[in-house]
């Protein structure tokens, strides 16, 4: 039986493997003419892009690297306030290095503005970003995301590791969390 909180699925398993495809080799193309040497830095964004880059990375046919950070962002239950916090920082130096942010989805923009300028103050030689998903009605600050996989509407997303309280990740499609009115409701994310 299907758990009631599955609602309307955004995102077909076939086509976020198929997107996944024509993302690698868009990312092969753009940083094939790097200098020898210099490998593509792929920062995965924890935890839920590590679904989506672990595919990622399998369709990328150039050299490249991968590193983590987890961050937290704080604000109300139903509003992010930008304010975040790194809690798992990357564990090599990015200076004069090709860097590409891998987000499972950017909704507000917020917590990408402020990896993007945290990032950007270690001096890497380019800073990109790849977004899985983006809800471009959330928006509250507009960024320089080179690649996307989708647009979806302003609902919230799980699955293929997108989360509502740890549940869901596993799911191979992208849906949307079916409405509830429990005083759990999820919040929006950043």
């Known amino acids: 039986m299907r758990d009631p909180a599955i609602g309307e699925i955004l995102v077909q398993a076939d086509d976020l493997q198929h997107r996944v495809r024509e993302l690698g080799a868009e990312i092969s193309r753009d940083y094939a003419s790097r200098p020898p040497g210099r490998n593509l830095v792929l920062v995965g964004v924890l935890k839920g892009a590590v679904f989506f880059l672990s595919d990622l990375m399998r369709h990328i046919e150039i050299p490249c690297e991968v590193d983590f950070m987890a961050v937290a962002s704080y604000g109300s239950a139903t509003d992010s306030s930008g304010v975040v916090r790194i809690l798992k920082d990357l564990d090599a130096a990015i200076e ?14 917020l917590t990408l503005q402020y990896l993007l300028r945290s990032l950007g103050a270690r001096n890497p ?33 799980i699955g293929y590791g997108l989360d509502h309280e740890e549940r869901y990740r596993n799911l191979p499609y ?13 919040a929006p994310r950043t």
């Open 96 to 109: 004069d290095r090709d860097v590409l942010i891998v987000e499972d989805i950017v909704d507000s923009g």
């Open 174 to 186: 992208v849906a949307a969390l079916a409405t509830t009115s429990s005083p759990s409701d999820p």
């Open 125 to 157: 030689a380019t800073l990109e970003v790849c977004a899985l998903l983006t809800k471009p009605e959330r928006r509250k600050v507009e960024l320089p995301t080179r690649y996307v996989g989708f647009e979806i509407p302003n609902r919230f997303a």
